[in-house]
């Protein structure tokens, strides 16, 4: 009988345990450089499933809306680029949210603008930047001090690139050991960069990107085959119609499209590592099924 009780016991703590974790929270550590110095290579987060709706656990779907991501917010979500196996499998990215449903983004020599109103950054939105300094000057105090920990040279004669926020770019620019520190800018070569779309219609970089509307569920666009590079992955992978391209025509489940209506709603983010990035700039717009909740800090 005692037995019994234990193993009660245990069935109820194994049964909340996997509400709480399958339901609710998930614990999960950054893996990569994408969001220094929001958050930092190998750091664990929290990540709160319920803020946007209550799901299923293991399998994703949505049983009960609570929310809806705001801008300004970390999202955890699963990578939306990978096919051909289930949502849950995806491995999970966070990134920041920028742009909602229904959004107007553009970003021009690497300021946000959302309609026209400028989007108001984090204090931790890093650039890459170009340094010149005497190598006798380079030193690992030196890097200590201005807590630089990514980047390195770029020649054997004082140049150095480096990812820094607009606080380490001040104190950087009176540091008498540093002769020269500008920040780098994007050329216009989206293929080189692997900016999306991948259209010769469009000419985006990293810095200059847009205007585009982010996807709003019910909305109806045209579509043609000038901008159909916007949306064809949307179609056809994340919304699963068939979609056939020729040089004039865009054929949607076998018949001629000329406009399109979205079943979804669509969100754009981006890393606050702005320049040593993997965000909707380089695959596009990220489906709400692909969400899994919003991140905090421990």
């Known amino acids: 009988m005692k037995f019994k009780k234990q193993y009660q016991w245990i069935a109820v703590l194994g049964f909340f ?6 339901v609710f929270i998930r614990f999960e550590r950054i893996n990569g450089q994408t969001m220094e110095k929001s958050l930092m290579n190998e750091e664990f987060v929290i990540i709160s499933k319920y803020k946007y709706g209550i799901r299923i ?68 939105i890093q650039w890459k930047y170009r340094m010149f300094i005497d190598k006798n000057n380079f030193t690992h105090d030196f ?40 920040v780098l800018k994007s050329k216009m070569n989206h293929r080189k960069q692997k900016i999306f779309p991948s259209s010769p219609y469009f000419a985006f970089t990293s810095d200059n990107f847009g205007p585009v509307v982010v996807p709003l569920k019910g909305w109806t666009i045209p579509i043609n085959i000038r901008n159909i590079g916007l949306y064809d992955r949307i179609i056809s992978q994340y919304e699963g119609n068939t979609l056939k391209t020729n040089y004039e025509q865009v054929f949607i489940n076998g018949e001629e499209a000329f406009s399109y209506t979205f079943k979804k709603n669509y969100y754009f983010v981006l890393d606050d590592n702005r320049d040593f990035a993997e965000d909707s700039r380089h695959w596009g717009f990220l489906p709400e099924d692909h969400i899994i909740g919003e991140t905090h800090q421990f």
């Open 143 to 182: 890097l200590a001090e201005h807590k630089i920990n990514e980047g390195g040279r770029v020649n054997d004669v004082g140049l150095y690139d480096f990812p820094l926020t607009k606080s380490q770019f001040e104190k950087l620019k009176f540091d008498k050991r540093v002769s020269g520190l500008r």
């Open 57 to 124: 656990p293991f399998i994703n779907n949505l049983i009960f809306n609570t929310g809806k991501p705001d801008r300004g917010e970390l999202l955890a979500f699963h990578y939306p680029l990978l096919q051909d196996i289930p949502v849950s499998k995806k491995p999970i990215i966070i990134s920041r949210c920028v742009g909602l449903p229904g959004d107007t983004l553009r970003i021009t020599e690497k300021h946000i603008f959302i309609s026209k109103d400028t989007f108001i950054e984090p204090v931790n």
């Open 17 to 22: 345990f996997i509400i709480l974790f399958g």
